[in-house]
């Protein structure tokens, strides 16, 4: 669109950032190019904590933990690749129950693929965490229970990674965009 096409909304009219209009829908999986990189940078996955029979087509993980089994409530440890809801209350959780299982090593090595919230706390908890952060140069084209890549999300996505092969991230992940490691 021109510049001179471009019109502010109505006056009285509330507008919403774009990202407020998602469809709530949780039900986007990871394309199978992000899971072959995981694969490549961890060896192997050993749980997918929060999952559902579909994704776990693509993910192959030795466990997995679907909606109806709350992988909240879960043990979580081994080779860990995680692709949360992203409801606000739902990221939270599962972002800060990583974070605990991290800490608590019981967490060998972990990829995570979220919504690049960087102004968010789950985020900055996350990234302070992390050891590397793959930012893809375009959005993630998520898959849904169809098969069908989705046109281009709302919202940019990041991929974190926790462990202690951070050559081994940056080798399987740095063909989709720019990685920051930490000191």
Not at 54 to 74: F, H, M, P, Q, W
Not at 126 to 137: G, H, L, N, V, Y
Request: aromatic share 12%; glycine share 6%.
């Amino acid at each position: 669109m021109a510049y001179a096409e471009w019109q502010s909304p109505p006056v009285g009219k509330k507008t919403r950032a774009h990202v407020a209009n998602n469809s709530g829908n949780n039900e986007w999986y990871t394309p199978p190019e992000y899971i072959a990189a995981a694969r490549a940078c961890m060896g192997d996955i050993d749980l997918d904590p929060a999952s559902s029979d579909i994704a776990n087509r693509t993910v192959r993980a030795s466990r997995c933990y679907t909606k109806e089994e709350n992988g909240l409530t879960k043990p979580w440890s081994g080779r860990v690749w995680m692709n949360p809801p992203y409801s606000r209350d739902c990221i939270k959780s599962f972002c800060e129950k990583l974070i605990d299982a991290v800490s608590a090593q019981n967490i060998e090595t972990a990829c995570v693929l979220v919504n690049n919230a960087t102004e968010t706390t789950w985020f900055q908890m996350m990234a302070d965490t992390s050891k590397a952060i793959c930012f893809p140069r375009g959005r993630v084209k998520f898959i849904n229970e169809f098969g069908v890549r989705s046109k281009s999300p709302l919202q940019g996505q990041a991929i974190l990674y926790f462990g202690n092969d951070t050559a081994r991230f940056v080798e399987s992940f740095s063909q989709f965009g720019w990685i920051g490691q930490s000191q």
